[in-house]
Structure formats: C-alpha cells, structure tokens
C-alpha cells in the first residue's frame, strides 16, 4: 500500500508575490549573457514598440540598446512566433519548440481564417513555393513581393481585410517559418520593430519531439520565469485548454503548493522545497514595460494592493475595467519591493516619463523612484529614441495613456 502523498506546501500571498520578483530577476541586477537571461526569466513580448528593450532593461539595469541589438545579429536572441503564436523575444535556445508551439496554435486557426478570406485550397502553398524558388538571400516582405511572378500573389480584398490578411503572401511566409526553410530577422537588428527580412535556410532543422515533450518544456519554462502559477494562468499565456496545461505541468515534473486567495498552483520542486523566499528590499523598483511577463502571468489583482482594485483603469483586452477586474492593463507599471505600486507614462512634449503612485511612499522608495524616472527616461532619450507601446502608436496615444495616468494620481 503506497503512502499517501503530504499535503501541498501553503504560500501566502506575499510569499508568492516574493517568488515572482525573484524568478523574473527583477529581485537584483542580473549578470551574464543575454541569453542566458532571457532563458532563465522569461520572454519579452514584442508588439513593434519599445517594451522588450524595457523588460530586458528592467532585469539587467545597466543595459545598453546596442548590446540587445548584438544579441539579435548573432542569433542568441530573436523574435519568433511562441506562445498563442504572438511574438516574442526568445533566446536561440528555446526557437525549435516555441516555433512548434505556435505552430500548432496556428494550425487550429488558419484554415478557418483563410477560408474567411477566400484564399482556396493549394493557394498558400503555391505560394510558398515560389517565396522558395526566388528567395536566394535576405529579403524584406516587399522586396519578396516585388520579386514574384505576376499573378502569383493575389490580393485577397474586403474579405482579406476583414479576416487580416492581404494576400496569399502572409500565410506562405508563416507556412515557409513553422516548416523552418526560411527564418526572420529584424530590420536593422532591433527589436522595436515590425518589419522583417527573411533568410532561406539551407539544412532546416524544426522540433523533431513529441507534443508532450513541448508542452513539457513549456510547462518547465513558464514555472521558472513566473511559479507558482495556477493551471488557468499556464492555461491563458500558451492559448490551451486547462486540461492540456494540467498535462503539460505534470510532464513537466512540477510541484504543487497551496496560493492563499488562488488555489491549487505549480512551481519548481527544487524552489517549493526551499525555504520562505528572500525578501525583496521595497526600495527595489523596476519601471516594467508594457505586457511584462512577470506581471501578465498572473492577474493584475495579485500584485496590486487589494485596498485600489475597485479603481478604473484602461484595459486591454478582455476584462472589466477595474484594476482588480481586468486582464491586461493598458499602463505600464512601477514594481516597488514584491508589490505593484504604481504606474507610468510617457510625456511626448517634456520627453520624459511621468510616474501616478497609489499610495505615497516612504522617502527612500520616493527618492529610488525618482532615480527610476531619470534612468528610464535617459534610457529611451539616448538609446532607443521614442517610448512607442505598438508599431502604430502615436503621439496622441501617448497623450491619452498621459491623461489617464494623471487622472489616477
């Protein structure tokens, strides 16, 4: 008769909110290569703006724009399709399975899309062999474009628009990148952008193991960026039913704990088996990024004070649009010790960042926020040249995230 099995370790709240800080090297300065960074605290979401360069600034503070862009050209760092096929910035070693992952979210969603569109059967893949037969080096998608046959490419119209896509071209390049015979680099190496080249490739090399061994990798990688995590917060950031991502925590091999407020949650064995997490220093403060892993990982509820969650604020997404109800929060936000305090926006006519607290701080966490404030905004004056959320915000998005930023101060 086999023992019964001791009951989960319990964790409150604030001990989560501690094991979150440090697995997203948000706790101190982390050294080493970027890689090596990205591989061990999570990957940057990028959505054309500047975001990932401030998710990688924001663990490694001393960062220079340059070495992130050095990062990208030799390929330790690069911006693929990964969990519910958005884009993010993934460490080399990570592309074979994170491509498959997205792959297959992809393939549950194409073919009804491209039926939207009214691209018919064997027109993606006429396509595709094309792209192939006329991409001998780097190309742009325009260059691609232009370099076709006539009447090879067909625009796809109202339909296309509706549905997102232009022609037939788009499907091919992502049919041709999941199928690993061409792979993308950013224009000019950086990460703040949309706009790609794409390089064929001579021995192509895709994931070659099975879903579970992925979805284990996943499983593994999402506990050591973000644990504890619960089965819907796995289940939400990789786009898959909870019954999947139950599967893939126990190939993963994770430990369960107990969360005070949320359940039944998941993390490394080795860091559910040590003991109370560091405490993190409240006069650490991290100005994050938008879409940060460490905070979309779990709900905004769980790292704001419960006292400001029946606050307004603008959302992105779905969810109500109270701090304590909503999803993702269109702000970005000021990490101070284990705990969201604050937020932040750009001022796009004095070029610099302007800063709302929820509640006033002590004068050593005021006095590391303002030091904050002058680095970040140096950081985006000086290296990276705009404070873009998306490849088409704008000035007047900047102003109306201001307003709403000033309104909560």
Request: net charge negative; hydrophobic share 40%.
């Amino acid at each position: 008769m086999s023992r019964s099995q001791p009951p989960p370790r319990s964790l409150s709240l604030d001990d989560a909110r501690n094991h979150w800080v440090q697995a997203a090297g948000l706790a101190h300065s982390a050294g080493g290569s970027l890689e090596s960074l990205v591989e061990s605290t999570g990957w940057a979401r990028t959505l054309g703006g500047v975001d990932a360069y401030l998710a990688l600034r924001a663990r490694q503070p001393a960062l220079h724009r340059e070495t992130v862009d050095r990062a990208v050209e030799d390929g330790s760092l690069l911006v693929s399709p990964a969990a519910r096929n958005c884009n993010y910035v993934i460490p080399g070693s990570h592309r074979q399975w994170a491509l498959a992952e997205a792959e297959e979210i992809w393939a549950g969603t194409a073919p009804a899309q491209h039926a939207r569109a009214g691209l018919v059967d064997g027109e993606v893949s006429q396509t595709a062999t094309a792209v192939m037969e006329t991409l001998t080096s780097p190309m742009t998608t325009a260059e691609i474009r232009a370099s076709l046959p006539e009447g090879v490419i067909r625009s796809l119209g109202d339909a296309g628009k509706v549905a997102g896509i232009s022609s037939s071209l788009p499907p091919a390049l992502r049919q041709l990148e999941f199928e690993d015979r061409i792979r993308r680099r950013t224009d000019g190496s950086r990460i703040d952008t949309e706009k790609y080249h794409w390089t064929p490739v001579e021995s192509p090399d895709p994931f070659s193991g099975s879903q579970e061994d992925r979805r284990a990798l996943l499983a593994h990688s999402f506990a050591t960026f973000c644990g504890p995590f619960t089965v819907a917060e796995l289940a939400s950031f990789a786009g898959i039913g909870q019954r999947d991502a139950l599967a893939a925590i126990h190939a993963g091999e994770l430990a369960a704990v107990s969360l005070e407020t949320l359940g039944e949650a998941w993390m490394l064995a080795e860091r559910a088996d040590s003991a109370t997490p560091e405490l993190i220093d409240p006069t650490v403060v991290r100005l994050l990024g938008f879409e940060d892993l460490a905070l979309v990982a779990h709900s905004p509820a769980a790292w704001f004070d419960p006292r400001h969650h029946s606050r307004e604020m603008p959302v992105w997404g779905r969810g109500d649009h109270t701090l304590g109800g909503a999803s993702h929060l269109f702000m970005r936000t000021i990490l101070c010790g284990h705990q969201m305090s604050g937020f932040w926006a750009w001022n796009p006519d004095d070029h610099r960042v302007e800063v709302a607290m929820l509640d006033k701080p002590t004068k050593s966490v005021k006095e590391a926020i303002l030091g904050e404030v002058e680095a970040v905004s140096e950081f985006l004056n000086a290296e990276i040249g705009n404070a873009r959320m998306t490849s088409i915000d704008s000035e007047s998005t900047e102003r109306v995230r201001l307003d709403a930023l000033q309104s909560l101060a």
